[in-house]
């Protein structure tokens, strides 16, 4: 009984300790990039629903938004990211920021981390 009791809080111990995610590693200041080719909406960054992006006047085009490079500006205890455009223009010409998780778009590639040889 002895033997499995600390057998089972040895895998419990280890599993949180390999179960860390590259989000931990994220900070506000990095620079990511979206990565999306289809016009299909995102799934983990959260924009408006596109009939409130036509009628502020503007053009729901998500394939316009590949490529673009963002900074995380803040980051909350769910994971769940503020990101700003670095090229000083705004989201669809409207929204100055977009929400993000992190872990989820990472993990289906609609964010991508820079490499240090994409930054210069």
Avoid: C, W
Avoid at 17 to 24: K, R
Avoid at 45 to 69: E, Q, V
Avoid at 79 to 108: E, T
């Amino acid at each position: 009984m002895k033997f499995t009791i600390v057998l089972l809080t040895f895998l419990m111990f280890s599993y949180s300790s390999f179960s860390q995610n590259e989000v931990s590693d994220m900070k506000p200041g990095d620079i990511l990039y979206i990565s999306k080719d289809s016009n299909t909406p995102f799934q983990h960054l959260y924009f408006p629903k596109p009939n409130f992006i036509i009628k502020r006047g503007s053009i729901a085009n998500y394939k316009g938004l590949n490529g673009m490079h963002v900074q995380i500006e803040a980051i909350t205890d769910e994971s769940i990211a503020r990101l700003i455009p670095l090229n000083g223009k705004k989201i669809f010409n409207i929204f100055s920021y977009v929400n993000a998780d992190l872990k989820s778009a990472l993990n289906n590639k609609e964010l991508k981390q820079l490499n240090s040889s994409q930054k210069s």
